[in-house]
């Protein structure tokens, strides 16, 4: 009975740590850092204060375990997908995984609307957003951009940000797209589409 009992309370503590750090990741995205206070944070929880303290040091702590769930979310993502893509041809396989990156950004648009409310200032969030996550995926991706896309070195940067935006920007601005269009981007049919848009805009098919 002991230990059933402490097996319930430790799944109560990771429960709780959960709905925290997703709420985490509303509040940052929707109010950035500064905007968004612990208090928010606990309400949109349904939690209390102090156990904010108690999972997460500080509200810096708390913020960095937001980033790392996303991208965490994104590896776990891609990688399901590479491990079942059935093309052997380099330029499909590479059009199937920014098909996927869309859909995950479809999903979960609170990235896209991190990374840029984070890079709008050269500050220490940013360094250890950019050296922790973004500079290992750049340098990952664009060498296979410069083979199958034929980019040289000096547009990598051009095209690693023509793609995150191309495929994450309809998502995280929703609102403004169904009330300027009339077009609802987070509906499946429209998540397709615009996966299949950004494929072709990124690398044409022969």
């Known amino acids: 009975m002991g230990e059933q ?40 929880a ?43 041809d380099p330029r499909e ?33 940013l360094n250890w957003l950019v050296d922790k996550h973004i500079k290992s995926r750049f340098d990952a991706l664009a060498p296979e951009l410069s083979k199958i896309a034929g980019l040289d070195g000096e547009l990598l940067p051009h095209a690693f940000y023509a793609l995150a935006g191309a495929a994450s920007l309809i998502f995280a601005v929703a609102p403004e797209c169904r009330r300027l269009t009339g077009l609802d981007p987070a509906r499946a049919a429209a998540v397709e589409a615009h996966a299949d848009f950004v494929a072709n805009l990124m690398l044409p098919s022969r």
């Open 46 to 88: 349904g939690t209390n204060q102090g156990l904010i303290t108690y999972h997460f040091s500080s509200k810096e702590a708390l913020w960095r375990a937001a980033a790392d769930a996303l991208f965490a979310d994104l590896e776990l993502r891609l990688r399901e997908k590479l491990e079942n893509v059935s093309t052997r």
């Open 5 to 44: 009992a402490k097996t319930t309370r430790q799944q109560q503590r990771e429960a709780t740590r959960a709905r925290i750090l997703e709420a985490a990741v509303r509040a940052f995205t929707d109010k950035g850092f500064h905007g968004a206070s612990t208090r928010d944070i606990a309400r949109l």
């Open 93 to 125: 396989y590479a059009r199937e995984i920014i098909r996927e990156y869309v859909r995950f950004s479809a999903a979960r648009p609170e990235l896209f609307r991190l990374m840029v409310d984070e890079g709008k200032v050269a500050d220490e969030r």
